[in-house]
């Protein structure tokens, strides 16, 4: 079973803040990959190739299960396409 996990979003209004380019917009790809014992979020425009870490987007698991409630969080508060 893979704890990668992906899922369509669209930002809304101040966007996504990453480390990389500060804030991106509009319609996303929100992506969680687990490495060890650590969960790293991260987001690209929708079919680019380049990906960004999500500002505050990693965290330590005690099981990679958990990634999935990692990922449902993070989509919980970054998917505002109704603003």
């Known amino acids: 079973m893979s704890t990668d996990l992906t899922t369509?979003?669209?930002a809304?209004?101040?966007g996504v803040m990453t480390d990389e380019v500060g804030v991106v917009t509009g319609d996303?790809?929100?992506h969680t990959e687990v490495a060890g014992d650590a969960a790293t979020v991260r987001v690209q425009y929708k079919e680019a190739?380049?990906?960004y870490t999500v500002t505050g987007?990693?965290?330590k698991l005690k099981d990679p299960a958990d990634a999935?409630?990692?990922h449902q969080v993070a989509v919980g508060i970054l998917n505002?396409?109704?603003g």
């Open 57 to 59: 987007g990693k965290a």
């Open 68 to 70: 999935a409630a990692v």
């Open 12 to 14: 809304g209004p101040g």
């Open 28 to 30: 996303l790809t929100l």
């Open 49 to 51: 190739d380049e990906w």
């Open 8 to 10: 369509d979003i669209v």
């Open 80 to 82: 505002r396409p109704e």
